[in-house]
Each structure stands twice: as structure tokens, then as C-alpha cells.
């Protein structure tokens, strides 16, 4: 749509169950928030993954084209990504304005989509929320870490992320 004039290129929006809907603007925090676990899973899981940072997933059986913050997928030439030939297995949303959205309404697009792992920087509460094990469109795991905590994907035990490192 942007291409087409219909959206200015600048304008931050993306496709939730067919409806365009306008994202909330990030402030310093989020993007100190998403650089670091950017940076951390790109280096730790260099040649194992690809690491997308705000770039749109195509979730066309729900009609759906969110932009997460930092998004990791199987295949880890880039090439793959877009195509079958990759899969997300953990995407991660940086909360502040958009807490209770990215909590429910995300969280419920997400595991519908059957993405193994997701979680929530919660910037309100200075928690990290992770959400496992999707089923029947809700994830059957979901538990909340404090600062204090540490915490590795599933799929990358090796790759541990102390919890308070994310907060600025």
C-alpha cells in the first residue's frame, strides 16, 4: 500500500485479521529494548537462525501481516525468508503503550499461527513474559519473569538471556 500511495512509506501500521491497524510509537526504551535482543540472538544464533528485526511476517491463513519486534526463524540462509522453506519458532514484542494488546490480542494471533514461542518485553512492569506450547489458538504456558530471572528459547537452551539486561 505504500508503494501504491495509498500509505505513506513512513507510516507505522500492519495487516491484523484483515484490518489495518495503526502502531504505537516508540520511545527510547523500545528501542534500546529491541536492539539488545536483536543483537543477542543474531550473534548467538549466527549460522543456526535468521533474525528479523520489525520486518513484516506473512500470516496469510489469518489474514494477518503483524511487524514484531524481533522475529527468529529456522532457516538461517535469508534467502528462505518469505518462503516455505523457513518457519518462525520464536517472535518477541516490546511493550510499553501496546501492553494489553500485545498480551491478548497478539498473544491469541500468534499461537493460532502455531508459533512455538513468544514473548513480551513488558516495559510497564518490568517483566518478561513468555508464552509457550500453542494449542486451539491460546498458548497453554505463560509465566512472567522478573529482572532477576535468566531465560533461553526453547529451541536455543545454549542461547541465556538475563532478564534484567533487557530494561534500560
Keep these: 500500500m505504500a508503494e501504491s500511495g495509498i500509505l505513506s ?3 507505522r501500521v500492519e495487516l491484523i485479521r484483515g484490518v489495518i491497524r495503526e502502531m504505537s510509537p516508540k520511545k527510547r526504551s523500545h528501542v534500546i529494548v529491541t536492539k539488545r535482543l536483536y543483537d543477542r540472538f543474531v550473534e548467538a544464533l ?4 535468521s533474525v528479523y528485526k520489525e520486518d513484516p511476517l506473512r500470516l496469510s491463513t489469518l489474514d494477518s501481516e503483524p511487524e514484531p519486534d524481533v522475529l527468529v526463524q529456522s532457516n538461517p540462509d535469508v534467502e528462505a525468508y518469505g518462503t516455505e522453506a523457513t518457519r518462525p519458532l520464536l517472535v518477541v514484542e516490546v511493550a510499553e503503550a501496546s501492553v494489553r494488546y500485545d498480551l491478548g490480542e497478539k498473544a491469541a494471533l500468534y499461537a493460532e499461527a502455531g508459533i512455538p514461542e513468544y514473548w513480551v518485553v513488558n516495559l510497564v512492569s518490568r517483566v518478561l513474559e513468555v ?5 486451539d489458538g491460546t498458548y497453554r504456558v505463560r509465566f512472567a519473569l522478573e529482572p ?3 531465560v533461553a528459547p526453547q529451541m536455543w537452551p545454549d542461547v541465556v538471556i538475563e532478564v534484567a539486561s533487557l530494561f534500560p
Excluded at 549466527?46 to 537462525?49: E, N, T
Excluded at 508464552?131 to 494449542?135: A, D, I, S, V, W
Aim: glycine content about 6%; cysteine-free; aromatic content about 6%.
Design 9 to 11: 512509506p513512513d507510516e
Design 46 to 49: 549466527a549460522g543456526r537462525a
Design 148 to 150: 532477576s530471572a535468566r
Design 131 to 135: 508464552f509457550r506450547e500453542p494449542q
